[in-house]
C-alpha cells in the first residue's frame, strides 16, 4: 500500500510550488491498464501550497499512455501530466460513454462519505459511464479530502476514472456536469436561524458564481447542505448564466420518510406507495401530500381511514423526522442522505414510470399551482430521463393543503427577504416566523 507523501514539485515550464491542484487520476489496475497517473496542474494565486500525494514520485512508473484529443485541449494541463487513458483503446471501455464530471463540496463530510462509493461504483449514472469526481472541502478538511481520496483510489472502481480535490470552486468546478453541493455549517446550539443563512448563504452566493463561471452551460446543481431551499436559490441567483430549472434542493429524503410511514401505516411494503409530494421547504412546515399519494394505485385517504393521523400523526413526522434522528446520532441523518441524493439523481436521469411524480425543490416561476414566484420549492415533477424536469399537471388541491402550503410558502418567502444581500436584490430584512429549522447537531 503506498504511503502518503508529500510532494513539493517545481517545473520548468509551471509555477506548481506554491498554487498546485492535485488530481489522483488512474486507470484500475485489475481490468484495465497497470500504471496509474498523477496529473497536476496549475490554479490561480492563492490556492493550495501544499501537493500530496498517495504515490512517491520515484514510484511513478511511465505509462504507456495516448494524448487523447480531450487532454491536448486542456489549457492548464502540462507535458507528461496531460497524458492520460484513452478508454477507446482498450476492448472492456470502448463502448463506455463519455466521461463526466461530477463535483462534490462538503466532500470529506459523512454524507460524502456514503455518496462517493456509491457514485464511484456506478450505481447511479450506469455500468458504462466513467466519471471524474471532483472533491470540494474546506481548508481545515484537505487531509481528510486526501483521505477520501485514498480511500477511493484502493476501492479500484473500474468506473472512476478521475479524483481531484480541492479547496477553491473555481477550480473544482470546471466544466462539471453535476454539482452536488453538500457542505455547509450545521446549525449548532446558540446558532440563530437567521445567521445560519446568512454563513450558509455566503457559502453558496461564492458557489454558484464559481458555477456561473466555470461548470459545463448544463451543469445540474443539487443542492442538500441547509437551509437549502434558500441556499439553492443564492446559488442560482449568482449564476445567471446557468438555467434556473437546473438548481435543485434536496427534498427526495423527506419523499422516502413520507412514503415509509405511510407504508408503515398501511401495513404494506413502501414500494407500493407513489405519486408522494413533498410542498415547501425543507424544514419542519414541509407538507407531505397524502391527499394526492397513492397506495397500491389508490389514493392514500381510501386506505387510511383516519383523517387525523394524517393530518397530524404522519404530518409531523415526516416534518420533524430530521430533528428526532439528530436527537438519536447526535448528528445529521447521512446515509439515507446519500441514498436520497442518488434517488433524486436517478429520478432526473432515467424516465418517470408512467403516472407516477417524484419531489425536488425547484424554481417556481411558471408553475401551475398558484405558488409565489421566484422561490425554490418542493413541488411534483416528473422527467423524460434527460436531466430535465416538468411539473405534473393532475394534482389535485383541498383546504387543508392549500392552508399548510401557504405556511410553507410563507416561510420561504421570509427567508427570501433575509438573503436579499445575497441574491441581488437589495437590503435583507430578516423577519422569520417562528423557529421552525431542525435543532441541528450538539
Ligand atoms: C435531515 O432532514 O435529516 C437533515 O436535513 C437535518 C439537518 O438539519 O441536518
Same mark, same amino acid.
Given at each position: 500500500m503506498a504511503a502518503m507523501t508529500e510532494l513539493y514539485v517545481s517545473y520548468p515550464n509551471t509555477t506548481l510550488h506554491s498554487q498546485s491542484q492535485l488530481h489522483f487520476s488512474y486507470s484500475? %489496475? %485489475?481490468?484495465?491498464? &497497470?500504471h496509474r497517473r498523477i496529473s497536476i496542474r496549475t490554479l490561480p494565486p492563492t490556492r493550495n501550497k501544499l501537493v500530496s500525494c498517495s504515490i512517491a514520485p520515484n514510484q511513478i512508473e511511465s505509462p504507456p499512455t495516448v494524448l487523447t484529443d480531450d487532454s491536448k485541449k486542456k489549457p492548464e494541463c502540462y507535458g507528461v501530466f496531460c497524458l492520460t487513458y484513452d478508454l477507446k483503446a482498450e476492448d472492456e471501455t470502448k463502448s463506455w460513454k463519455k466521461l463526466i464530471n461530477i463535483a462534490v463540496s462538503g466532500a470529506a463530510g459523512m454524507i460524502s462519505n456514503h455518496l462517493l462509493f456509491k457514485l464511484a461504483s456506478g450505481e =447511479?449514472?450506469? @455500468?458504462?459511464q466513467p466519471i471524474a469526481l471532483k472533491l470540494l472541502g474546506s481548508e481545515r478538511s484537505l487531509q481528510a479530502l486526501e483521505g477520501v481520496a485514498m480511500e477511493l483510489e484502493d476501492s +479500484?472502481?473500474?468506473? +472512476?476514472?478521475e479524483v481531484s480535490i480541492g479547496i477553491d470552486p473555481y477550480d473544482i468546478f470546471q466544466d462539471v456536469e453535476w454539482a452536488l453541493l453538500i457542505g455547509a455549517k450545521p446549525r449548532g446550539p446558540g446558532l440563530e436561524r437567521a445567521d445560519l443563512l446568512d454563513i450558509n448563504g455566503q457559502i453558496f452566493a461564492e458557489q454558484g458564481k464559481a458555477l456561473n463561471a466555470v461548470a459545463s452551460r448544463n451543469v445540474k446543481v443539487m443542492v442538500v447542505g441547509n437551509p437549502c431551499n434558500t441556499n439553492t436559490l443564492i446559488c442560482m441567483k449568482n449564476a445567471p *448564466?446557468? @438555467?434556473? &430549472? *437546473?438548481f435543485h434542493a434536496l427534498t427526495r429524503l423527506d419523499e422516502n420518510r413520507a412514503k415509509c410511514q405511510l407504508a408503515l401505516k398501511a401495513g =404494506?411494503?413502501?414500494? &407500493? =406507495? #407513489? *405519486?408522494m409530494t413533498i410542498w415547501g421547504n425543507h424544514s419542519t412546515t414541509q407538507v407531505p401530500d397524502f391527499l394526492n399519494a397513492r397506495i397500491l394505485g389508490v389514493p392514500v385517504k381510501e386506505i387510511i381511514k383516519d383523517t387525523k393521523w394524517l393530518e397530524e400523526e404522519f404530518t409531523e413526522k415526516v416534518q420533524k423526522r430530521g430533528g428526532v434522528l439528530i436527537q438519536k446520532w447526535?448528528?445529521? #441523518?447521512a446515509a439515507s442522505t446519500a441514498v436520497s441524493i442518488v434517488d433524486a439523481i436517478k429520478s432526473l436521469i432515467t424516465p418517470t414510470p408512467e403516472g407516477d411524480w417524484f419531489s425536488s425543490g425547484v424554481y417556481t416561476n411558471g408553475n401551475p399551482y398558484g405558488i409565489s414566484e421566484g422561490l425554490v420549492f418542493s413541488m411534483p415533477c416528473q422527467s423524460k430521463g434527460d436531466g430535465d424536469y416538468e411539473f405534473v399537471k393532475n394534482v389535485i388541491f383541498d383546504d387543508y393543503l392549500r392552508q399548510r402550503i401557504a405556511k410553507t410558502e410563507a416561510e420561504l418567502m421570509a427567508e427570501k427577504r433575509c438573503v436579499a444581500h445575497l441574491t441581488g436584490e437589495g437590503i435583507a430584512v430578516c423577519d422569520l416566523p417562528g423557529d421552525t429549522m431542525l435543532p441541528g447537531e450538539m
Open positions: 484500475s %489496475t %485489475t481490468h484495465f491498464s &497497470k =447511479v449514472f450506469g @455500468p458504462d +479500484l472502481f473500474p468506473l +472512476l476514472r *448564466n446557468i @438555467p434556473a &430549472k *437546473n =404494506v411494503f413502501y414500494d &407500493k =406507495v #407513489s *405519486n447526535g448528528r445529521s #441523518s
